[in-house]
Nanobody, 118 residues
Framework: QVRLVESGGGLVQTGGSLRLSCAASRSIDNIDVMGWYLQAPGLQRELVAQ???????TYADDVKGRFTISRDSAKNTVYLQMNSLKPEDTAVYYCNAAVAAVTWSYYWGQGTQVTVSS
């Protein structure tokens, strides 16, 4: 079981920056993949960025060069640094943990709202 708590969302102007944090209830070194997803109103949740336990990263095409995902094992925390924000980045951002055992188990945080004003 993994409990995830996000923080860092808020209201920012176009071109601004925010850093989201996701604190896990256990060592993230034992979590295979941690990621950030966004969900805009009326749309499906979609991947923004993810990082594996080996620190390999993947990004959605429209955030490459603007967002950076990182992990701090000492704090059991994953971050999403978001720069050059656009109004279309407005969404609820969710942290996800994926743990591989016999099958994959997925855990979600409660979400944090990011609003980018034009």
């Amino acid at each position: 079981q993994v409990r995830l708590v996000e923080s860092g969302g808020g209201l920012v102007q176009t071109g601004g920056s925010l850093r989201l944090s996701c604190a896990a209830s256990r060592s993230i070194d034992n979590i295979d993949v941690m990621g950030w997803y966004l969900q805009a109103p009326g749309l499906q949740r979609e991947l923004v960025a993810q990082v594996t336990w080996t620190s390999s990263t993947t990004y959605a095409d429209d955030v490459k060069g603007r967002f950076t995902i990182s992990r701090d094992s000492a704090k059991n925390t994953v971050y999403l640094q978001m720069n050059s924000l656009k109004p279309e980045d407005t969404a609820v951002y969710y942290c996800n943990a994926a743990v591989a055992a016999v099958t994959w188990s997925y855990y979600w945080g409660q979400g944090t709202q990011v609003t980018v004003s034009s």
